[in-house]
């Protein structure tokens, strides 16, 4: 799955950091968080029930609600996991989604099942995950038991029953099934179509002033059982015949292409029936069936046809066409990469206007937010171009990595999606190759997942199997560590192996286990025995052995080197230095580190630390040293303080002699290293002076990812005038070199970074006080105003423009906005808007904009949390967020579920600015008073916030009077 979660990298920068009239703003205002949380009272939202209708069909069926039972606890459907008597062989799945609603209001399907099993050890019952489905009664049971076997005689069913809790129906026998033996269990049932965005849901949209209906899925990771009864596990795979009932004028996908279709009556009206070809062996969470009236571009690529679909206005304007442009490319580069052809006849992409996450790898017909997949190249930008290829690129490199073999259980996702996050940047440089794009994972997953990683309550990439059982302990691992710890660490692998040598060891592993499941120690065997068989690379231990220590602990070391004397030494880097970790570790927070230094004489060397200590002389120098070429090592490195001022002066003399990574590295090692109290804060503040003669991106991005820390902390205290002042100096002359550069923001500049620091400087610029860029923002925002049809702002400079005139304007700004955004046919447009009407300085704007999250008409549930996320982000936003959530708490976690992917980072961008008592006081409460009703897979998020703001307000007491006294003199 995609990194669900999207923060434009102008928005990471503007959100963040709005004007200073900001902060006296905040003075006026009083939210009354009780009189809040009485309204939620008042208006609790209900969960969805369960369908009980009955369906427009030739024959009449009745349908029961079976009472959740409570048994003994003895009894295997109290146990989450599935017992391992049964092994599916083969699904045989019909679905009828009607696309109107009934006389109920409600949007239903109707669903027919065979699940063919194979009986591993006798037994006498069957368990098999369902989940709000209601069963068309036979003989008086949930589903009937046969066999196609002749020879097998089929026990009788003696009782069955839903087991809520659990997702079980559960079916009692007479008698014991006979191993190695199939039988085929057959159930009717009907499921609501409702748009919670999970299993078989419902989306709409609006065409031609008209609203259009889709059924689509999302089974990730536990909402298969949602559309249809199935052995729900990622380690039970089995093969699928998708049959698709459907109204003339919709088109039905899946999986697989079509094998038949023909035309039917039912009740009088005209229906399809469209049957696919049965599926290759995989996991209930890799299928995919969708119905609507959408259309596409295609192409063939050597015999494997690809199609982008989208909704038909979206196709007509060419949005599809750079998808279907890149995705070619990026198939045959993953081809050569794992020595291993695509295994599919299609590849099928869908943008769907409700989506929860940011795409789905299903195989064959992988599912997209239309963010991640439509690009207009009139109106969208370089940052959502950028969106676009990475992300199709993640999603194809699943199609081998996680679909041809897959892993058995839910405890290794990192696996998965570490190791798509790593190569979807190689499979996008393969499609845009001048982009040097290999370069931006550094920021944006290898100090993301640092952020996370340095916290007491971070987890390690794999855990034990027995701990991750529950739908919301499931969705909590799709997480910063998942994805960027765990592409941080594959990229570190892939490097001192050699790229060469680590691909073919993935060869030998998918070889080894297509079709199959593999635990995390599956692909180090295939790697070794890679490094075996050849002579070239030696490493100092197995790759087990390395890469257990930073798999199986959580957390990163921080290397120092101490060029007087040579010695190198690791320590277990924690932001607070004083907490305590509680979660042990066999290796004691040691790890097997790769070590890459240079020096003033441009000599490159590699030297592996395995202990706690040790000594390097090419380490001990006059001269200056820097570790940890272009980043490829997960950890951070500190140095003696001779040193530290060699490196600082080399940066205020002749900053191009070192490579442009490590620019941006110095900076944000020092930040950090700062706040665990390695170094002081003057001397990271110190590595920032040299910026003001910086061009490259990177470097100002890390400069102004570490300042946002400072923005966060002070920007409603004194320091944060003179920290204006600073930060408008050292961005003035980017300013002016980007005005120069483009001739006063009328052309592109040329290269792909360079683009995204022109967005830096204008942003950056705007939100400092720098009165001749808001003077250019209000303007072509007041154009555009002036010509609602005609927008002829930048696509690059769109978010830095409407943040900026929307934070400047007041009401009809902001109305305009709304407007804009209610039109806008083009999802990135709208997304662009929606972050842009979040910088509003007006408090009952914002409370307005709040209260639409609530309501799906005015902003899609797919965007709520993140609008949120986002009004938080605005100095004046942040208190109206919190107190929003905290009284709407009980409706969020109902109308979204636990399992919702975007809890984790609404709870980390509410709570990102705390830094005092009262604030952790309020968080602990908000704890205390949500536990009856959970936070899902926002729980580790909780802790974890909780544990930032205490080290928050330890840092600012100790900081503060440094701070400000830095940039007072500066």
């Known amino acids: ?61 009745s349908t029961t609600k079976e009472p959740t039972t409570s048994p003994l606890p003895t009894n295997p459907w109290d146990k989450i996991r599935l017992p391992t008597t049964l092994v599916p062989v083969n699904y045989d799945i019909r679905l009828q989604p009607h696309l109107e ?70 079916v009692q026998l007479d008698q014991k099934l006979v191993k190695d033996k199939t039988y085929k269990l057959l159930t009717n049932f009907i499921g609501e179509l409702a748009d919670d965005l999970a299993g078989f849901y419902r989306s709409e949209y609006i065409e031609d002033g008209a609203k259009r209906i889709i059924a689509t899925t999302q089974m990730q990771s536990t909402d298969a059982r949602k559309a249809f009864p199935c052995f729900d596990e990622p380690a039970l795979k089995a093969t699928f015949n998708i049959t698709i009932v459907h109204k003339p004028e919709f088109i039905a996908l899946s999986n697989q292409p079509v094998l038949n279709e023909e035309t039917i009556d039912i009740s009088g009206e005209t229906w399809n029936v469209t049957e696919f070809e049965k599926t290759l062996k995989m996991s209930t969470y890799l299928l995919a069936f969708i119905v609507g009236d959408f259309d596409y571009v295609n192409d063939t690529i050597d015999g494997v046809l690809i199609r982008i679909w989208a909704r038909k206005k979206a196709i007509l304007d060419g949005q599809g066409n750079y998808a279907l442009q890149v995705t070619g490319p990026i198939l045959k580069h993953f081809e050569k990469y794992y020595n291993t052809t695509y295994p599919l006849e299609k590849s099928d992409q869908i943008a769907l206007p409700d989506f929860a996450a940011g795409a789905m790898e299903n195989w064959g017909l992988i599912t997209y937010r239309e963010t991640a997949l439509l690009y207009d190249p009139l109106t969208s930008s370089t940052g959502n171009k950028e969106r676009v290829v990475t992300v199709i690129a993640h999603e194809l490199a699943h199609q081998w990595f996680g679909n041809l073999v897959t892993i058995r259980w839910w405890n290794d996702l990192w696996l998965n999606e570490g190791f798509a996050s790593y190569v979807e940047y190689l499979g996008a440089h393969e499609a845009e190759p001048t982009w040097n794009i290999t370069d931006l994972i550094v920021q944006s997953d290898v100090y993301r997942a640092m952020g996370v990683d340095a916290l007491t309550s971070s987890h390690p990439l794999s855990s034990k199997e027995e701990d991750v059982n529950t739908p919301s302990e499931i969705s909590e691992l799709f997480d910063a560590i998942a994805y960027s710890k765990g592409a941080s660490v594959i990229r570190m692998l892939s490097n001192f192996l050699t790229e060469p040598l680590f691909a073919e060891g993935l060869n030998m592993y998918l070889n080894a286990f297509a079709y199959g499941n593999t635990i995390y120690d599956d692909l180090w065997t295939q790697l070794q025995k890679a490094v075996d068989a050849q002579t070239a690379v030696s490493l100092p231990k197995t790759v087990k052995q390395i890469m257990d220590t930073w798999t199986l602990q959580m957390g990163f070391p921080v290397v120092t080197i101490d060029t007087s004397t040579g010695k190198v030494t690791q320590k277990h880097f924690l932001l607070d230095p004083t907490s305590t970790v509680s979660q042990g570790s066999e290796f004691n927070y040691t790890w097997i580190v790769p070590i890459t230094s240079l020096v003033s004489t441009g000599e490159l060397q590699t030297y592996w630390l395995e202990e706690v200590e040790g000594s390097h002389t090419p380490f001990q120098t006059s001269n200056w040293l820097l570790a940890n070429i272009d980043v490829y090592g997960y950890y951070r490195v500190n140095y003696d303080e001779g040193n530290w001022k060699r490196l600082i002066q080399l940066l205020e003399s002749n900053h191009e002699v070192i490579p442009v990574i490590n620019r941006a590295q110095i900076i944000a090692d020092a930040f950090n290293l700062a706040r665990a109290k390695y170094v002081s804060t003057t001397l990271a503040l110190n590595t920032t002076k040299y910026i003001s003669r910086e061009t490259e991106y990177l470097p100002w991005q890390s400069f102004l990812d570490n300042l946002a820390h400072f923005k966060l902390m002070f920007d409603r205290s004194e320091v944060y005038g003179p920290m204006k002042q600073y930060i408008l100096k050292q961005v003035t002359p980017l300013f002016y070199y980007f005005k120069d550069l483009t001739g006063n923001w009328t052309n592109i500049p040329d290269g792909f970074t360079a683009q995204y620091n022109e967005i830096n400087a204008l942003s950056t610029a705007c939100t400092f006080g720098l009165q001749e860029c808001e003077e250019l923002a209000s303007a072509m925002f007041r154009s555009w105003m002036e010509n609602p049809d005609i927008n ?167 900081n503060k009077e440094d701070v400000l006294l830095w940039f007072q003199s500066a």
């Open 1 to 61: 799955m995609g990194k669900g979660f999207y923060i434009s990298k102008t928005l990471a920068v503007f959100g963040i950091v709005l004007s200073a009239a900001a902060v006296a703003t905040i003075i006026a205002l009083a939210v009354v968080y009780s009189q809040e949380l009485g309204k939620n009272g008042n208006n609790e939202a209900k969960p969805t029930e369960h369908p009980e209708t009955k369906p427009p069909s030739v024959t009449e069926t």
């Open 792 to 958: 002829q702002i930048p696509p690059n400079l769109r978010t830095t423009v409407y943040c900026a005139a929307i934070a400047a304007g007041g009401e009809a700004e902001w109305d305009f906005a709304w407007n804009m955004f209610r039109v806008a046919t083009l999802a990135t447009e709208a997304d662009k808007l929606r972050s842009g009407l979040a910088c509003s300085l007006e408090p009952w704007i914002l409370q307005r904009f709040l209260s639409y999250t609530l309501d799906s008409d005015m902003i899609r549930k797919q965007d709520a949390t993140s609008t949120i996320g986002s009004i938080a982000s605005n100095v004046v936003g942040q208190s109206l967020a919190w107190d929003f959530i905290r009284a709407q708490w009980s409706y969020i976690f109902e109308e979204y579920g636990g399992g919702s992917f975007s809890f984790s980072n609404l709870i980390e961008r509410v709570t990102r600015r705390f830094s005092t008592k009262f604030e952790l006081m309020q968080l602990e409460q908000f704890k205390k008073d949500n536990e009856h009703i959970g936070f899902g897979s926002g729980t580790r998020a909780l802790e974890q916030a909780l544990e930032r703001t205490a080290t928050n307000i330890k840092w600012v007491e100790d």
């Open 101 to 170: 609603p009934n006389g109920n209001n409600m949007y239903i399907f109707e669903g027919s099942s065979s699940a063919y099993f194979i009986c591993a050890e006798e037994t006498d019952l069957i368990l098999i995950h369902s989940r709000k489905l209601n069963y068309t009664m036979q003989a008086g049971f949930h589903a009937s038991l046969t066999s196609d076997d002749p020879s097998v005689t089929v026990p009788r069913i003696t009782k069955t029953f839903l087991e809520i809790k659990n997702d079980y129906l559960v």
